[in-house]
């Protein structure tokens, strides 16, 4: 199973090289405002995906600028500041609502998740820039017939760094 997981895994991450190219070019260049700017770049990652917040701020390889937002705190953030922000999917109400409130304290943001088709608002739409991670289903077939192995906080990982390594790219044409 471990050799199906891991063909799966390497055809999401093609595809988010060959789909979200842009989009990650596009985040960091927004990101990296921030930096330049001598803002902050806040980060959330909705339920699993406080992974890639932990990774942000405490890895071997913290993002420049970075600082976690806490839900509960009053949004402050200012014109220097940006946001990045992480949910499983693009309709998720609670992610919604923060980034409605981002939209209206015109605050720039990111935001990566899986896109599902609803109507209303979504974070596809509500974001500055929004990057797909194209996790549907589980990757693999059980012997019940159900799919598991859900990896989306390991494509969100990847599309971190992918944002983060272009980021420090454009820091260093900067400097």
Do not use: C
Not at 89 to 118: G, K
């Amino acid at each position: 199973m471990l050799k199906i997981f891991s063909t799966q895994i390497n055809g999401l991450f093609k595809k988010m090289m060959d789909h979200e190219e842009f989009n990650i070019e596009d985040a960091a260049r927004l990101l990296a405002q921030a930096v330049i700017g001598e803002g902050s770049i806040y980060i959330y990652g909705f339920e699993e995906m406080d992974g890639v917040t932990r990774e942000a701020l405490s890895g071997v390889e913290p993002l420049p600028a970075a600082k976690v937002y806490h839900l509960d705190e009053t949004l402050t953030l200012g014109s220097e500041d940006r946001f990045l922000l992480f949910s499983r999917f693009s309709n998720d109400p609670e992610a919604i609502r923060l980034a409605q409130q981002l939209q209206q304290a015109d605050i720039p943001f990111v935001a990566v998740s899986t896109v599902i088709e609803a109507e209303g608002d979504s974070l596809a739409t509500l974001a500055d820039v929004h990057i797909d991670l194209r996790v549907q289903r589980g990757l693999i077939p059980d012997e019940l017939g159900n799919r598991v192995g859900y990896p989306t906080l390991l494509i969100a990982l990847f599309a971190y760094y992918g944002i983060k390594f272009t980021i420090e790219e454009i820091l260093q044409e900067y400097q």
